[in-house]
């Protein structure tokens, strides 16, 4: 047995061995102390959707001799909930993308070291819920609105909805497709969208009318937007009988830059009285090793650079007054004046009961 | 024994026990009360009784459909069954994103059954309980096949030609030597169907959850970890059940079969009835298992301009137009390739290890025991050992949580199980004497298994690496967790196109996954042909 240990321990090694020369992305980079080169990391947990382009990256590491290194992990709600986990000792020095739904969690757990960052006069007001503290900063706003497929509407010659109550008219009766609250943001984002129409009592009546109007719930955004809605390009394939669905005002623009050839105009619209308004914040970790790297970090994802390279990556809007929205926005895009909005602490105090209730009404 | 053990205790019990650990400790003090108030909640019951009951389900209807193509594979010879048998393979790596899509268009809206018949199964249990096949054919056919293929015909016609009819002859003679290996297949496949996770989210809708599932939904949606644990803790114990049932069997029939090559057991059909048997299975797998797989790839073509290699064509820039990635999705296949390598050798030196281990004769109680845990991580959710990872792995010299050898190790873990269940019966098979004869005529304990066991095994253990290799590249759950954007592995890449909306990212997305297949299927063809001349030796 002896003999087959040693064996065995030299075959591990050498399959180890074998498998850093293969090159996994095996060299650690971690933070080198800023060595001759004065090159030193800043890490930046996120989120699978978080996107930057490489050129403003290295424009930052131009900037302040910072390489920005990003760790995605799971979606919005998983990565927070690590974080979380590993409060005191974190994997990173700044955390990007607690949004309005789960801020109250980040705040609660004492995330965050508090940090006011250079040039936070240029953003928006309303974004900044956590003025007082500073513990976090305002990045981006996305809208979770009803898009419609607009070809359906105009072989119809039907108007396709615009607020919360048209949803319910017989016209467009097994038409909806929403995803699951439980598991999907957009899910979550539609069902607060409707809390805050129509009240905390009055949201159960608003969802048994709808459902008695037949809005169909599958899991998430994925297979709701390619396999059931009729508008997309997936859901064209997938021959998708459902052309009203929930998902982003910033979906229509999406399905323009990523159709080819590019249409003059896009395929789908955006209900613009069902929105609910999505604000996503970044906050420097408690515990961050390297807190100054972090914090020209935060000064750098509210800069003008960024925030004007932001909505093409990640198809969000930018909170910095004075970032231009690139062309496809405001060619494509809606604008969504009154979105509806529920306050941070609010959610944390009722999120559970409403989707618990939510989940009863609708899926069960 | 001490590697696979050291192993096991640092890179599964220990992440596990911590995270299950805070979810039962208050305040320093142990709450076992939580484990009644959970367990006592209707919608955790509902939960329960689902998971048991679909699994048994699926774990039926795959024996039912997939045994007779276990027998085809092992017995027959056809044109392009080595191609197929890498195939149906292929389904066990996709990442259940891409299962769901392809299903939901053979059974949704639209679909074939919906334009043939006017059925529409998507959000029944019907959908689920066939992508379980779907999912699992291979191990029945890999696992009972490979087996079956090695069995000496000759002692079956020795029965008859004492008497027995054909009936009796096959139930005295190969079904008690098949026995471990069904019942190593069966438990595998109701393993992998009670802990289904994509399967259930996306074919049953919202409104079916199984344990998995909730674990998930409870640890990383709303991180109430007191109930996860408990959660875990009846998955444990329900995994635990299982194991010693199968262990019970097993024991009960372990005989020392005549190994004999494949290559002498399979011969071309002969007469009607087995012409008929290969028809149907081959129709089986043409409707289970090729069909879904079709339309993938029909999807991945299908293009505003007609069909064409334009999406394949995207995949090899880095996105000009607003970056998906960092780096081109093509660069994807090759981080998969590596991290499966590396997962395959890990998964095959612990587990070669412990399956040498498990057959010695001396091996006691204890040994047993490790026999079981080795298959534990197949019932513990990935989300489970991630978040372990999160609290116990981020103290020098072990804080890995940011280290790419994460990936591989995760992987390995769900690799092991399979190398130890493919090597095991074959190992236990081997006769003892032979070891002993090498050992009299003065051969090293190390020596004696390579001249005596290796020859004999070396075709389980490439089944088992094909299987661990296979397992690693369409591993999506612990890949997630460990977070390298710089390098994503294909099914990361597949549900990153996916998740946004856009042709291009849609097509782009079926033809990673039709790359994925692709790249599966060769794998695991040169697998087969790996097999030397020399196995002729038998």
């Not at chain 2, 299987?467 to 990361?492: C, H, M, Q, Y």
Request: proline content about 5%.
């Amino acid at each position: 047995m002896n003999t087959t240990t040693k064996y065995a321990a030299t075959a591990l090694a050498a399959a180890l061995g074998v498998s850093v020369l293969a090159g996994c992305g095996g060299a650690d980079d971690g933070a080198s102390g800023g060595g001759a080169g004065g090159s030193e990391t800043v890490t930046l947990v996120s989120h699978d959707s978080f996107n930057a382009s490489d050129a403003v990256l290295k424009a930052f590491t131009k900037e302040t001799g910072y390489t920005v290194k990003v760790l995605k992990s799971g979606d919005a709600g998983a990565a927070l909930n690590q974080e979380i986990l590993t409060k005191g000792s974190p994997r990173g020095d700044v955390f990007f993308g607690a949004d309005n739904t789960l801020l109250s969690r980040a705040l609660d757990n004492g995330l965050f070291t508090p940090y006011k960052a250079k040039g936070l006069e240029r953003v928006a007001a309303d974004t900044q819920l956590d003025a007082g503290k500073h513990r976090v900063t305002p990045v981006d706003t996305g809208d979770i609105c009803v898009n419609y497929d607009k070809k359906y509407f105009a072989d119809r010659k039907l108007d396709p909805p615009q607020s919360f109550d048209d949803l319910l008219k017989p016209a467009y009766r097994n038409l909806l497709v929403t995803e699951n609250a439980a598991t999907s943001s957009p899910g979550l984002g539609f069902l607060l969208g409707t809390v805050a129409a129509h009240g905390e009592t009055g949201y159960q009546d608003y969802w048994k009318k709808l459902k008695s109007n037949g809005v169909k719930v599958v899991d998430g955004w994925e297979q709701a937007y390619n396999e059931e809605f009729s508008g997309s390009a997936g859901g064209k394939k997938a021959k998708a009988d459902r052309p009203l669905v929930v998902s982003y005002a910033s979906s229509p623009p999406v399905e323009v830059l990523y159709a080819d050839p590019q249409p003059t105009e896009a395929p789908t619209g955006v209900a613009t009285g069902t929105c609910f308004r999505q604000i996503e914040f970044a906050g420097l970790l408690d515990g961050a090793k390297n807190e100054a790297g972090g914090k020209a970090l935060l000064d750098f994802l509210i800069s003008k650079r960024f925030q004007e390279d932001m909505p093409l990556n990640m198809f969000v809007n930018p909170v910095a007054k004075d970032a231009k929205l690139p062309e496809l926005f405001t060619k494509f895009g809606a604008t969504v004046d009154k979105p509806a909005t529920v306050a941070p602490e609010k959610i944390a105090e009722n999120r559970e009961q409403w989707v618990q209730s939510w989940s009863s009404l609708v899926v069960k | 024994m001490a590697l696979p053990v050291a192993f096991f205790a640092l890179f599964f019990a220990y992440p596990v026990a911590a995270i299950v650990g805070r979810g039962l400790r208050a305040d320093g003090v142990w709450r076992f009360g939580r484990i009644g108030e959970v367990l006592s909640r209707p919608d955790i019951l509902d939960v329960l009784w689902f998971t048991t009951w679909q699994a048994l389900a699926s774990t039926a209807l795959t024996l039912l459909i997939a045994l007779p193509g276990a027998y085809v594979f092992a017995r027959f010879d056809f044109p392009g069954k080595q191609l197929l048998r890498a195939v149906v393979t292929v389904p066990f790596v996709l990442p259940t994103v891409v299962v769901g899509t392809a299903f939901l268009a053979l059974l949704g809206r639209g679909g074939l059954l919906d334009e043939l018949w006017g059925v529409r199964l998507d959000t029944t249990v019907w959908a689920i309980l066939l992508a379980h096949v779907f999912f699992n054919y291979a191990v029945v056919v890999r696992t009972v096949g490979g087996l079956w293929s090695q069995l000496d015909p000759r002692q079956e016609e020795a029965a008859r030609v004492l008497g027995a009819g054909r009936l009796a002859a096959w139930r005295r003679v190969t079904l008690p030597a098949l026995a471990p290996a069904v019942a190593a297949a069966a438990l595998m496949v109701f393993l992998f169907t009670f802990t289904s996770f994509g399967v259930v989210q996306i074919l049953g809708g919202p409104a079916y959850s199984t344990l998995e599932v909730e674990i998930y939904r409870q640890t990383a949606q709303l991180l109430d970890l007191p109930t996860a644990a408990v959660l875990t803790l009846v998955q444990f114990a329900a995994v635990g059940g299982i194991l010693a049932v199968h262990a019970w069997t097993v024991r009960r029939r372990e005989t020392a079969l005549k190994l004999v090559d494949p290559a002498q057991t399979s011969r071309p059909p002969r007469g009607a009835g087995q012409r008929t048997l290969l028809g149907g299975v081959l129709l089986s797998v043409l409707l289970l298992v090729l069909l879904p797989l079709g339309v993938l790839v029909e999807r991945s073509l299908d293009t505003s301009g007609g069909y064409g290699f334009a999406f394949y064509r995207a995949l090899q820039s880095a996105d000009a137009n607003g970056s998906t990635f960092l780096v081109p999705p093509l660069d994807a296949i090759g981080n998969s390739l590596r991290y499966a390598l590396a997962a395959t050798v890990i998964a095959l030196v612990i587990g070669g290890l412990a399956a040498a281990a498990l057959t010695r004769r001396r091996a006691g109680r204890l040994v047993r025991g490790f026999d079981a845990l080795l298959m534990l991580p197949l019932g513990v959710s990935a989300v489970t050992v991630g978040f372990g990872f999160l609290i116990t792995l981020d103290r020098p010299p072990l804080d890995l949580r940011t280290s790419w050898i994460l990936v591989p190790l995760a992987q390995a873990l769900v690799g092991v199980p399979f190398v130890v269940r493919t090597m095991l019966p074959v190992l236990r098979a081997v006769d003892d004497r032979l070891r002993e004869a090498a050992a009299v005529l003065g051969a090293s304990p190390l020596r004696a298994w390579r001249e005596v066991d290796l020859p004999l095994v070396r075709r389980a253990v490439l089944v088992a690496s094909g299987f661990a290799f296979a397992v690693s590249l369409g591993e999506f759950g612990a890949t997630v967790f460990i977070a390298r954007p710089d390098n994503p592995t294909l099914p990361v890449a597949v549900a990153r196109l996916l998740g946004r909306s856009g042709e291009l990212n849609y097509g782009q997305a079926m033809a990673l996954s039709t790359i994925l297949m692709l790249v599966c299927a060769v794998s695991l063809l040169v697998l087969e042909r790996i097999r030397t001349d020399r196995s002729g030796e038998f």
